[in-house]
């Protein structure tokens, strides 16, 4: 099955940096590329998602890139900001019609302010 | 529109008793998911379901049964509890794969969670 590794587990920046978290993925056929935000005591909610025929995207001050040859993937913060400390997950989706997720293991981001 | 909503949301259980969590959403999702979460780790797949009546195991089945009866709800079954099982769960649902609502397809829209405690 796929196997979701990420980088790193924990990240503390200083407000106003730029945050990376990159993970790595298995299985060739994952086509589908979550990523979630988690607050403290919270539900995970997606913040952005990729799709293995593009390699990037970005949503004001969130990117994603991929690269599908070497099977990673990162999510980019710019200006990071208090309220960006969370944990992050990145997900990878099999390639069937089911849909499911394998998640990594989390990042938790502090930015100091 | 409620979303995914989860029952109880929190639970005292001792070692052997039973019990049932249910999963409610009103998107008309086809795909379902049970997933548990324990510190430091990412949210590890239960069982999950892709329709009415439908239900398969994912990465981490063992001591749990599900079944989805009506396509809003899915049950998530502990027949004899264990400490073992002390985690958070969530449900998640999803469109299928050939749904056309909008949004991005196979994004996974989660429940609040339910906190559960085996003594």
């Known amino acids: 099955g796929e196997n979701v590794e990420q980088h790193p587990s924990t990240l503390s920046v200083q407000e106003g940096d730029s945050a990376v978290i990159k993970c790595t993925y298995s299985d060739s056929a994952s086509n589908y590329f979550p990523w979630y935000k988690q607050e403290l005591g919270k539900r995970p909610q997606l913040i952005i998602d990729i799709r293995s025929n593009v390699g990037e995207k970005k949503d004001q001050r969130i990117a994603v890139t991929l690269n599908k040859t070497a099977k990673h993937f990162s999510l980019h913060i710019t200006e990071t900001q208090p309220e960006d400390s969370a944990v992050y997950f990145c997900?990878?989706?099999?390639?069937?019609?089911?849909?499911?997720?394998?998640f990594g293991d989390g990042t938790t981001l502090t930015v100091k302010p | 529109n409620a979303g995914v909503t989860q029952t109880p949301k929190f639970r005292v259980l001792k070692t052997g008793q039973s019990m049932t969590l249910l999963c409610a959403q009103d998107m008309n999702h086809e795909y379902m998911y049970w997933y548990r979460q324990d510190p430091g780790m990412g949210l590890r797949l239960i069982h999950y379901?892709?329709?009415?009546?439908?239900?398969a195991k994912g990465e981490v089945p063992d001591g749990y049964n599900v079944s989805r009866l009506k396509k809003q709800n899915f049950l998530l079954g502990l027949e004899s509890a264990a400490p073992s099982q002390t985690s958070v769960y969530f449900c998640?649902?999803?469109?299928?794969?050939?749904?056309?609502?909008?949004?991005?397809?196979?994004?996974?829209?989660f429940g609040p969670g339910t906190r559960l405690l085996v003594l």
């Open positions: 997900a990878a989706n099999d390639n069937t019609n089911a849909g499911k997720s394998t």
């Open positions: 379901s892709v329709g009415e009546g439908t239900t």
């Open positions: 998640a649902s999803s469109y299928s794969i050939f749904g056309t609502s909008g949004g991005s397809q196979e994004t996974q829209y």
